[in-house]
């Protein structure tokens, strides 16, 4: 095997999303200059965002989901009391298929699958079975319920998936679209939150985390922090100061989720030094911060807002330092500090090492991560650099599994498929466990191999493969494929299993399953 052609493989699994196939040359680019071909995505700085007509910013989000929520309480109320009392007709549900999402990752529209919102389907979704027809034909039709928020809340939320998934797809190499996926998941909300999060999980990424992915860590953690759906998802528009005016009104006090996965999650991690007093501290020194509901009192709804009447009032200790009383500016000068602290810096640096490059990362790489992090004040796009700068991070064995967002992406890469429908993915990711902004916990989705490679895993993304090359196998020829994707870099292994398949079908199947194609 060619070492240009092996570290070729690095350059496009490690740190992309894979080849392209059609014409795009992917393979040929990356073997002549790997680390160029990488880097050449941190030369598009604007390439970063996610700038796509239609898609609404937060607060104009909030105001559809209002009016809308709105008009369903209006048309509720205007039911004759007989049709409001009448229970809505119970449908049968279809469960997702392993066949279905198989058929959907291959770029095909079958002809029933369910509504991609975690298992529950929409009134009307495709994912409802027909009910059987009991009824005499000139017996009345029964009451259709009014329309709900889930409608709305959802055509908002596939089409956010819709402009990230074309995005990865058609990238040239997608470092910086990888980039995105793990600060978006380093500081995750979940879409399963309540309406809110759901209608807001993609301009929360577009907003928070994209612009500031080349940019400081520390304005990522301002602008993360601050906006409306993080506020939401860990409940700080609940935390009253215990002094305030607000909270003397109210009897109501901190809530400290916020705070906490600040500190334990986003920044210091656990064992970077703070306490629980500090955790408390810093739950007081951002009460206030908040964002404007549906009536508007305070400004533009969904929109963040720092309201006096809820802050503690004081100087608060946070760290060893005391923080003197300035309102918003006291809760941001605790940021500014806490992105700067050592602990950061190595909590950040072990995170960005492990899910480039291995689940135990090589300690002098996490060092130098760490260091570029320190002397640069937080430069992302600099430490970015740094790992693709560093011997440590192309040498590594190719052990990491990818995750499922990765395997599927991928798959439309080498398959050269545009996604035109998000539901096509949405279904396969919630099958392999990591569906769409929803990860389980504050903590994201898990970043290591025992993760992914599990043997149920594992057969859920042979059951793919395989349904996936039933579609579209006869059309393709696997072994051009393996040449677009792997040139001299597959392994003798790999290539006389996919010769000495029966079929294309089944030589394609394989292919998708093969350790050059799961592992990066």
Same mark, same amino acid.
């Given at each position: 095997?060619? *070492?240009?052609?092996?570290?070729?493989?690095?350059?496009?699994?490690?740190?992309?999303?894979?080849?392209?196939?059609?014409?795009?040359?992917? &393979?040929?680019s990356?073997?002549?200059?790997?680390?160029?071909?990488?880097? =050449?995505?941190?030369?598009?700085?604007?390439?970063?965002?996610?700038?796509?007509?239609?898609?609404?910013?937060?607060?104009?989000?909030?105001?559809?989901?209002?009016?809308?929520?709105?008009?369903?309480?209006?048309?509720?109320? =205007?039911?004759?009391?007989?049709?409001?009392?009448q229970?809505?007709?119970?449908?049968?549900?279809? /469960?997702?298929?392993?066949?279905?999402?198989?058929?959907?990752?291959?770029?095909?529209?079958?002809?029933?699958?369910?509504a991609?919102?975690g298992?529950?389907?929409?009134?009307g979704?495709?994912?409802?079975?027909?009910?059987?027809?009991?009824?005499?034909?000139?017996?009345?039709?029964?009451?259709?319920?009014?329309?709900?928020?889930?409608?709305?809340?959802?055509?908002?939320?596939?089409?956010?998936?819709?402009?990230?998934?074309?995005?990865?797809?058609?990238?040239?190499?997608?470092?910086?679209?990888?980039?995105?996926?793990?600060?978006?998941?380093h500081?995750?909300?979940?879409?399963?939150?309540?309406?809110l999060?759901?209608?807001?999980?993609?301009?929360?990424?577009?907003?928070?985390?994209?612009?500031?992915?080349?940019? *400081?860590?520390?304005?990522?953690?301002?602008?993360?922090?601050?906006?409306?759906?993080?506020?939401?998802?860990?409940?700080?528009?609940?935390?009253?100061?215990?002094? /305030?005016?607000?909270?003397?009104?109210?009897?109501r006090?901190?809530?400290?989720?916020?705070?906490?996965?600040?500190?334990?999650?986003?920044?210091?991690?656990?064992?970077?030094?703070?306490?629980?007093?500090?955790?408390?501290?810093?739950?007081?020194?951002?009460? +206030?911060?908040? &964002?404007?509901?549906?009536?508007?009192?305070?400004?533009?709804?969904?929109?963040?807002?720092?309201?006096?009447?809820?802050?503690?009032?004081?100087?608060?200790r946070?760290? +060893?330092?005391?923080?003197? =009383?300035?309102?918003?500016?006291?809760?941001?000068?605790?940021?500014?500090?806490?992105?700067?602290?050592?602990?950061?810096?190595?909590?950040?640096?072990?995170? &960005?090492?492990?899910? &480039?490059?291995?689940?135990?990362?090589?300690p002098?790489l996490?060092?130098?991560?760490?260091?570029?992090?320190?002397?640069?004040?937080?430069?992302?796009?600099?430490?970015?650099?740094?790992?693709?700068?560093?011997?440590?991070?192309?040498?590594?064995?190719?052990?990491?599994?990818?995750?499922?967002?990765?395997?599927?992406?991928?798959?439309?890469?080498?398959?050269?498929?545009?996604?035109?429908?998000?539901?096509?993915?949405?279904?396969?990711?919630?099958?392999?466990?990591?569906?769409?902004?929803?990860?389980?916990?504050?903590?994201?989705?898990a970043?290591?191999?025992?993760?992914?490679?599990?043997?149920?895993?594992?057969?859920?993304?042979?059951d793919?493969?395989?349904?996936v090359?039933?579609?579209?196998?006869?059309?393709?020829?696997p072994?051009?494929?393996?040449?677009?994707?792997?040139?001299?870099?597959?392994?003798?292994?790999?290539?006389?299993?996919?010769?000495?398949a029966?079929? *294309?079908?089944?030589?394609?199947?394989?292919?998708?399953?093969?350790?050059?194609?799961?592992?990066?």
């Open positions: 095997m060619a *070492r240009d052609s092996l570290t070729a493989l690095v350059a496009l699994n490690r740190f992309g999303f894979g080849a392209r196939g059609g014409a795009s040359g992917d &393979f040929v990356a073997a002549s200059d790997p680390r160029g071909f990488v880097k =050449a995505d941190l030369a598009r700085p604007s390439g970063v965002l996610l700038e796509v007509p239609g898609l609404q910013s937060t607060p104009a989000l909030a105001r559809v989901l209002f009016e809308y929520q709105e008009e369903v309480k209006q048309a509720k109320a =205007a039911q004759p009391a007989s049709e409001a009392a229970p809505a007709e119970q449908k049968p549900r279809r /469960s997702l298929s392993l066949s279905t999402v198989a058929t959907d990752v291959a770029g095909q529209t079958p002809a029933m699958k369910t991609d919102n298992g529950t389907a929409a009134p979704a495709p994912g409802e079975a027909m009910q059987p027809n009991t009824m005499q034909p000139d017996a009345p039709k029964p009451p259709q319920p009014p329309p709900q928020p889930l409608n709305v809340i959802q055509k908002t939320f596939r089409a956010e998936a819709l402009a990230r998934l074309q995005r990865a797809v058609l990238t040239d190499c997608g470092f910086t679209e990888r980039l995105v996926v793990f600060w978006s998941n500081f995750c909300i979940s879409a399963n939150k309540g309406g999060a759901r209608i807001w999980a993609g301009s929360f990424e577009r907003e928070a985390i994209r612009p500031h992915a080349l940019g *400081r860590f520390a304005d990522m953690l301002k602008a993360v922090e601050q906006h409306p759906a993080m506020l939401f998802f860990l409940d700080n528009q609940q935390s009253l100061g215990p002094d /305030s005016r607000a909270g003397q009104n109210r009897k006090g901190l809530n400290e989720n916020l705070a906490r996965e600040i500190m334990e999650l986003h920044t210091l991690g656990v064992g970077g030094g703070y306490t629980q007093d500090d955790v408390t501290s810093l739950a007081r020194v951002i009460t +206030g911060w908040t &964002f404007v509901g549906r009536q508007g009192i305070l400004g533009v709804p969904g929109s963040f807002v720092f309201n006096a009447n809820a802050h503690q009032p004081g100087a608060q946070v760290l +060893g330092k005391i923080y003197e =009383a300035g309102g918003v500016d006291q809760g941001e000068a605790v940021l500014s500090d806490i992105a700067r602290h050592p602990s950061t810096a190595k909590f950040v640096a072990t995170k &960005f090492a492990r899910h &480039f490059v291995a689940d135990d990362p090589p002098p996490v060092a130098r991560l760490q260091d570029v992090f320190t002397r640069t004040d937080g430069d992302l796009k600099a430490l970015a650099t740094a790992l693709v700068d560093s011997d440590d991070a192309w040498r590594a064995p190719v052990t990491k599994m990818r995750s499922p967002y990765e395997y599927l992406i991928a798959i439309g890469r080498l398959l050269a498929r545009v996604p035109d429908d998000p539901g096509l993915y949405l279904n396969g990711l919630n099958v392999l466990g990591q569906p769409l902004w929803s990860p389980a916990g504050p903590n994201g989705f970043d290591t191999n025992a993760a992914w490679a599990a043997p149920e895993g594992m057969k859920l993304r042979l793919i493969a395989a349904q090359a039933s579609r579209v196998g006869n059309a393709i020829d072994r051009d494929l393996l040449e677009l994707a792997f040139a001299d870099a597959t392994s003798a292994d790999t290539r006389h299993t996919i010769e000495r029966e079929s *294309r079908q089944q030589a394609l199947a394989l292919l998708l399953m093969s350790p050059e194609f799961q592992r990066r």
